[in-house]
């Protein structure tokens, strides 16, 4: 039985900088890609609070209103740009005047992804990772796509990239992955990384029997969703280095237009810890990033 679609579909970040635009083209092509709808969205935030307490002019308020929605105007026009001609997707525009943090989460429980650009203007560009990014990456509801503004791969080359370890969170990540993967008909590359500094150091440490169990593990891992998903061409890697480092080289070395990664997974050998692995890869990437959120 299939699961119903989120009433809000695709929910795109909107806040008119290069990185919020690049996510709102990548956003708005993922919708038609699963006919579903495509919510623009922008965060209202006024000035601060001034002491004593001073009732804002109706002049800022209609300003602000007047900025927000010519930037999701445009947002809107990339977005019908984006995508193909033969395709057509239900576009909604929304405002609320709200933190954007708290907003996006509140939304992303009827979402199917959030989509975010990796930094943006004003509130949005604190930090390398944007602080609206990093704090919905890491709270939302549903997975979250990070875009950064560098110029999109080309959605019919390239592999989708996915990082296996395991644990329930990098489950998703797969099932996440075997979709895009096939929705976008390319190849999967899944990889299966792992170190330990105390197993490094030990010389008679048996690492062909580690590797014949990782070989096994990331088969089972991967069987049912190959049967599930027969279109899909899997090409399997397995490293003996730290997951981070190798996811970073393989979207480099792959071409991938897509990397997979959990919010967080197993600790030591194969973690995919949300702050270490999931963290640097966002940092890292210059291909679009997908963080699997469990709802």
Not at 38 to 54: D, E, I, R, S
Not at 81 to 101: C, G, H, I, L, Q
Request: hydrophobic share 45%; aromatic share 4%.
């Amino acid at each position: 039985m299939s699961v119903p679609a989120k009433p809000l579909g695709i929910v795109a970040a909107v806040d008119g900088s290069p990185a919020s635009n690049a996510a709102v083209v990548w956003a708005a092509r993922d919708a038609a890609m699963r006919s579903v709808p495509l919510t623009l969205f922008h965060a209202v935030v006024t000035p601060t609070a001034t002491w004593p307490p001073t009732p804002y002019p109706d002049s800022l308020l209609v300003k602000l209103e007047d900025d927000c929605r010519r930037q999701l105007a445009d947002a809107s026009k990339l977005a019908e740009e984006a995508v193909p001609t033969d395709r057509k997707v239900m576009v909604r525009k929304e405002f609320v005047y709200s933190s954007p943090v708290l907003a996006l989460i509140n939304m992303s429980e009827e979402a199917e992804m959030i989509v975010v650009g990796s930094s943006g203007r004003g509130l949005l560009a604190r930090g390398l990772l944007g602080s609206v990014s990093s704090s919905v990456v890491r709270h939302a509801r549903c997975p979250v796509a990070v875009i950064r503004d560098e110029d999109l791969p080309d959605p019919a080359h390239g592999p989708v990239l996915v990082g296996i370890d395991g644990s329930p969170v990098s489950e998703l990540a797969t099932a996440i992955a075997f979709d895009q993967a096939s929705r976008r008909g390319v190849d999967l590359v899944a990889l299966h990384a792992w170190t330990d500094i105390a197993l490094l150091e030990l010389p008679a440490f048996d690492w062909e029997a580690v590797e014949a169990d990782a070989q096994r593990s990331l088969a089972e891992n991967l069987a049912g969703w190959q049967e599930r998903y027969p279109d899909v061409t899997v090409r399997r890697l397995l490293a003996r280095d730290l997951p981070a480092q190798q996811l970073i080289q393989q979207a480099k070395t792959t071409e991938a237009q897509l990397v997979v990664v959990g919010s967080h997974g197993r600790g030591g050998l194969t973690g995919l810890i949300l702050g270490s692995v999931s963290n640097t890869v966002l940092h890292a990437v210059k291909a679009p990033v997908i963080v699997a959120r469990p709802s």
